[in-house]
């Protein structure tokens, strides 16, 4: 009987890699990439903006968190009317603006006033009854 030859194995995976300009190719085809980042990818695009935001970040000053405090009011129909008559003045401005900046600004406003003329404004609104009004059904 004859004997058949054994085939040779293939090459087991931790043999020496090839050499040369070919082995860079296979090693970068084969290495992981690191995952590139939006800030990275950035810093590589343009890193003339990144000084200029870095040099704008260094001269304005630092902003302080302000405590916020949620409440709540009435105000009559028409002061609201009003408030939306402002909000649209300030559109045609082109400055959009929340109600509560418009609040906010009336408050600067009021506290810029003498005090007769601030006497005076307080004087001339409705009073309101305390408390929230009765549900309408």
Do not use: I
Not at 37 to 55: D, F, H, V
Not at 83 to 107: F, H, I
Request: net charge positive; proline share 11%.
């Amino acid at each position: 009987m004859p004997t058949l030859a054994k085939t040779p194995a293939k090459a087991p995976a931790s043999a020496p890699a090839k050499t040369g300009a070919a082995s860079k190719r296979v090693a970068q085809k084969t290495a992981p990439k690191a995952p590139v980042t939006q800030a990275a990818a950035a810093k590589a695009k343009a890193p003339a903006k990144a000084s200029k935001k870095a040099a704008q970040a260094a001269s304005k000053p630092p902003k302080l968190k302000v405590p916020l405090v949620r409440d709540s009011f009435t105000m009559p129909a028409a002061d609201f009317e009003l408030v939306a008559a402002l909000k649209l003045r300030a559109l045609k401005l082109m400055r959009p603006t929340k109600k509560s900046e418009l609040l906010r600004a009336g408050l600067h406003a009021l506290s810029a006033l003498g005090d007769t003329r601030l006497l005076d404004t307080l004087n001339a609104l409705t009073p309101l009854k305390p408390g929230r009004p009765k549900k309408a059904d």
